[in-house]
Every structure is written in C-alpha cells, then in structure tokens.
C-alpha cells in the first residue's frame, strides 16, 4: 500500500509519518505535500492508495483538493490501471466534522497523531480496502454520500459564506437576460468559458463555473456525474451503459444523454 500525506505544518508530518510506521509498517509513504495544490499534483503522479489530506490548508483546503483529486481517473479515462484512491482527513477535533467522517464516507485522522487513536483509524481503512479488493469496487471519493460531505464540510470551513441555496440563475438566452428557477434546470454543463444551462423550453448560457454551482446549490438536488457536468436528480429518467460500458444517464424532457465519467460511476452502483 502506498500513501500521500498533506499537510501545510512539516510537525505534523512528520509526527504522522512516524506514528503510522508504528502501527503500519507496511505502508509506503510516497509523498508528501504542503498544500493542497501540491496533494493534487502528486496523487497524480504517484497514484497512490491512500490519501491523507489536511482540511485546512492555505491556497487549496483539503476538501477543493479531494474533490480534485476524485476526478483525476477521468484524465486518463483509457487507463483502467488506477481507479482512485481513498480520502483521509487530518483534522483538529471539530464535533461536527468527525460526526460526518463517522457516517462511513471517508476516514479521518484526529491531531495530534496519537499511536492508539491512530491504530483504530488504520483498522477501519484496511477493512474498506480490503473489501474494495474483494469486491472490485471503486473508492467512494465520488459519490452521492461524499459529495454531500464535501459540500458540508467546504461550508462549515467557510462560515461566513451565505448559507442561502441559489434559486435562480441570471443567464443568456439570446440578446436577452432572463431568470431562470433552479428548480427548472435539468442540467448544467461547462466549456472553457462558459456554461450551459438547459431547462426543458431554453439553453441558456452563464460564465459561473461547474466548481462554483457546486457549493452553491443543494447536492441532494444536483450530483456532479462528470467534471463540467450537473445533473437535476429528479430530471433523471435512468441510465444505461453505450457499447464502451459507459454510464448515460437519460433526461425527462430532452432527448440528450448525459455522460457519466469514471470518477462518478458510483452515484449509480445498481447499474
């Protein structure tokens, strides 16, 4: 097993590093980052197994960092060799957050790096791998439960970010500006510069990126299935696999289909 640790204090680091070679002798620490920045690009060089991942750090927290480094599988879609990794949170106690890591999405790992807290940690993230070997699953950094996590966690981080859920968008249609309910929006999806916004009776276009709506609307109501892709869940109508074995996800009132990238495969597990 081979593990990337972030975190922008080199103590705490190192005391992390230390404490699992005591009770994990056998992990291989391949990396380490100071930020969040630095957690993406070398997950995406060393693909590891296991990512530990500061919540606070400057420039990039943990959380934008994981939600970045969910979607890394998606850059190389042809390449089935790495399918992900799991996510572990460094954390200072907060009750709110460990009661959301105690859910089961991910795990997480409380400072100071005590030998016996830790122990408990590693137990439970050798259990999750070894059934993700068992059973050829995908880690769960993607999906339905963890992108509500991300989007907890990103505001409880961020408490002065208006809590208010975004209820309409202000967009292009034409020469015009209109309107738009939130609630009529079956899909988002993004280009380099713009993105589309398509009810059932208009496509309209905004310049708000995907990773911007995200924080701003209900992830109950919205799943990210793609990495410039938003979904209405109850525009929904199914989803199938094309002659690749990808996911398309059918939407009610409009006749094109979805696709759902690598990362996100497993907001649909049945399929």
């Not at 079956?186 to 708000?208: H, N, P």
């Not at 609307?217 to 799943?223: G, Q, S, T, V, Y």
Request: negative net charge.
């Amino acid at each position: 097993m081979r593990a990337v640790i972030a975190d922008d204090e080199r103590l705490m680091r190192e005391q992390l590093r230390a404490r699992l070679g005591e009770v994990w002798p056998e992990l291989q620490i391949v990396a380490e980052a100071k930020n969040g920045i630095e957690a993406v690009e070398l997950t995406r060089q060393h693909r590891p197994d296991i990512v530990f991942l500061d919540i606070r750090m400057p420039g990039m927290t943990g959380v934008e960092a994981a939600r970045q480094i969910a979607q890394i599988p998606d850059e190389g879609a042809d390449d089935d060799s790495w399918p992900g990794c799991e996510i572990v949170f460094i954390t200072a106690y907060d009750q709110y957050a460990v009661e959301a890591f105690e859910q089961g999405v991910v795990d997480y790992v409380l400072k100071p790096a005590e030998r016996e807290r830790l122990q408990l940690t590693v137990e439970r993230i050798r259990k999750r791998l070894a059934q993700r070997e068992a059973t050829h699953e995908p880690p769960p950094s993607a999906g339905a439960d963890m992108q509500q996590l991300l989007h907890k966690l990103a505001h409880q981080l961020n408490p002065g970010a208006p809590a208010q859920r975004l209820k309409w968008i202000q967009a292009t249609v034409g020469q015009s500006i209109q309107m738009i309910p939130v609630d009529d929006v079956l899909f988002f999806i993004s280009d380099e510069k713009y993105t589309r916004v398509q009810t059932a009776t208009l496509e309209a276009l905004i310049r708000k990126p995907i990773k911007e709506l995200i924080d701003e609307l209900d992830p109950e109501a919205f799943w990210q299935i793609h990495r410039s892709t938003l979904v209405n869940t109850k525009a929904i109508a199914g989803v199938s696999r094309d002659m690749r074995g990808r996911q398309l996800v059918s939407v009610k009132g409009h006749p094109e289909k979805l696709e759902v990238s690598r990362s996100f495969t497993g907001l649909f597990k049945g399929m």
